[in-house]
Structure formats: structure tokens, C-alpha cells
Nanobody
Framework: QVQLVESGGGSVQAGGSLRLSCAAS????????MGWFRQAPGKERERVASIYTTGIGTNVVDYADSVKGRFTISKGSTSNTLYLQMNSLKPEDTAMYYC????????????????WGLGTQVTVSS
């Protein structure tokens, strides 16, 4: 059973930075897609970034256009922690951020993800 626990959220002023972490257990390092999603009040859940490790250990990353150049997704050296480094934060980045996982390749559709954490709140003030 895959378990995901997020941390690192908080309140920050526009232009600031935060690093989210997701402690993962019970999954295979390769051939799993790990992603960060966010959901603001009254909006649908959207994928922010994802990372897929191929069978030969290559990481394939992808970002939503709204965060490209500002956010970086990565895995820790022990492979059981997922990170999201968020720089140049904007008020529109305010949302609950979730870590998610699925076997196989990544998808833009949150419904394709099997495992979810409980989320961590990010609030960006102007």
C-alpha cells in the first residue's frame, strides 16, 4: 500500500519561496509517476508538476505552463521523498497542494492517480 505524507506548506509573501516535501512509502521507485496537484477554493484540482522514473532510471519531468520556470520537482537521493521547490510565488499559487502517485506513465487527469496524500496548504499574500 502506497502512503504519501506532505509537509512544508505555509504562508509567504508574493515573490517568496517554499519547498514542499512528500514522504512516500510502499511504492517501487521506477515505473511510477509521482505528481504534485493543487486545488484552490471553488476550482478544480490541477496538476502542477510530475516526475516519472523509467525502467533505466531516467527521470522525465513535466510542468503546468503556469509554473514553468518557477517550480522544480525532484526526488530525494533515497528515492522515498518527493519535493516541489516553489520560487517567485504569486497570490494565484494559493491552494491546497497534494502529492499523488500512480503506476505507469504520468497523466494530466487527477482521476488517473491512485494514491493521494492529505495535502498541505500554501498561502501567498500580495
Amino acid at each position: 500500500q502506497v502512503q504519501l505524507v506532505e509537509s512544508g506548506g505555509g504562508s509567504v509573501q508574493a515573490g517568496g519561496s517554499l519547498r514542499l516535501s512528500c514522504a512516500a512509502s510502499g511504492y517501487t521507485y521506477r515505473n511510477y509517476c509521482m505528481g504534485w496537484f493543487r486545488q484552490a477554493p471553488g476550482k478544480e484540482r490541477e496538476r502542477v508538476a510530475s516526475i516519472y522514473t523509467t525502467g533505466i532510471g531516467t527521470n522525465v519531468v513535466d510542468y503546468a505552463d503556469s509554473v514553468k520556470g518557477r517550480f522544480t520537482i525532484s526526488k530525494g537521493s533515497t528515492s522515498n521523498t518527493l519535493y516541489l521547490q516553489m520560487n517567485s510565488l504569486k497570490p494565484e499559487d494559493t491552494a491546497m497542494y497534494y502529492c499523488a502517485a500512480k503506476s505507469g506513465g504520468c497523466s494530466w487527469d487527477s482521476r488517473d492517480y491512485t494514491y493521494w496524500g492529505l495535502g498541505t496548504q500554501v498561502t501567498v499574500s500580495s
